[in-house]
């Protein structure tokens, strides 16, 4: 969850309100992957975070991966990554400092939302995330 938190805490908020598990029944009966053609078998957050792009190029979807990774940089010590795209590769780059500050505020968001505390689900400043969000009033969530 912390990936969508980094994204928006709002869509992160909705997100948590599903099963955070892979394979359900309810995927598998109506999602196929494009690559295979079988029942998709991943989390309905998965699903939801395709949905972002509404097959737009210019979505901010590849912040959401560049979060991901910065997780991943973080526990190998590294400051570069490798996105798979449709068969291509496209690096990934972040300072030291920027991995170490999400992964705090990553981190410490997981361990509130784990051990049942209140927590404060703020709209993103990153507006144009905004325009891409499928949630038609994210002020009710």
């Known amino acids: 969850m912390a990936i969508y938190f980094g994204y928006c805490q709002r869509l992160a908020k909705f997100f948590l309100m599903f099963p955070q598990i892979a394979p359900i029944s309810v995927v598998e009966h109506n999602f196929f992957s494009d690559v295979t053609g079988l029942p998709a078998e991943v989390p309905i957050q998965r699903i939801f975070l395709d949905m972002l792009n509404h097959g737009d190029a210019e979505a901010p979807t590849d912040e959401v991966h560049r979060l991901r990774l910065m997780l991943g940089m973080k526990i190998t010590h590294s400051e570069q990554a490798l996105l798979g795209i449709n068969g291509r590769e496209k690096k990934i780059a972040a300072t030291e400092k920027e991995i170490e500050e999400f992964w705090t505020v990553a981190t410490s968001w997981a361990d509130k ?29």
Do not use: D, Q, W
């Open 113 to 141: 939302v784990l051990s049942g505390k209140a927590i404060a689900f703020s709209k993103t400043e990153e507006l144009m995330h905004c325009r891409y969000c499928f949630l038609p009033n994210c002020e009710v969530i």
